[in-house]
């Protein structure tokens, strides 16, 4: 069964870093496609970072050149490095696996990252 559990969220002031972890298990990791997802109050679940079986990786606007994507597939592990964070970060990251196939793939329970001074 797949399971994907998050950490890493945390409470840091504007302009630092956090490094987002997402263990994956249940599943032939190579295979998936894993990304992160973000929900701040109030708003829709939206992209933030999508990174591929074959490495490509795909980012939101907002956080193109802040934010980096990538995935140890010997750890079964996807991290997301968040650099200059800004309070409008501030949100529930999740975490996602799915198959090329598949539209929807599976979530973790999420982590809270807060960017406030």
């Known amino acids: 069964q797949l399971q994907l559990v998050e950490s890493g969220g945390g409470l840091v002031q504007p302009g630092e870093s956090l490094r987002l972890s997402c263990a994956a298990s249940?599943?032939?990791?190579?295979?998936?496609?894993m990304g992160w997802y973000r929900q701040a109050p109030g708003k829709q679940r939206e992209s933030v970072a999508v990174?591929?079986?074959?490495?490509?990786?795909n980012y939101a606007d907002s956080v193109k050149g802040r934010f980096t994507i990538s995935r140890d597939n010997a750890k079964n592990t996807v991290y997301l490095q968040m650099n200059n964070l800004k309070p409008e970060d501030t949100a529930v990251y999740y975490c996602?696996?799915?198959?090329?196939?598949?539209?929807?793939?599976?979530w973790g329970q999420g982590t809270q990252v807060t960017i406030s001074s």
């Open positions: 996602n696996a799915r198959l090329p196939i598949s539209t929807l793939g599976s």
């Open positions: 990174i591929t079986a074959f490495r490509n990786t």
């Open positions: 249940g599943i032939i990791f190579t295979r998936y496609i």
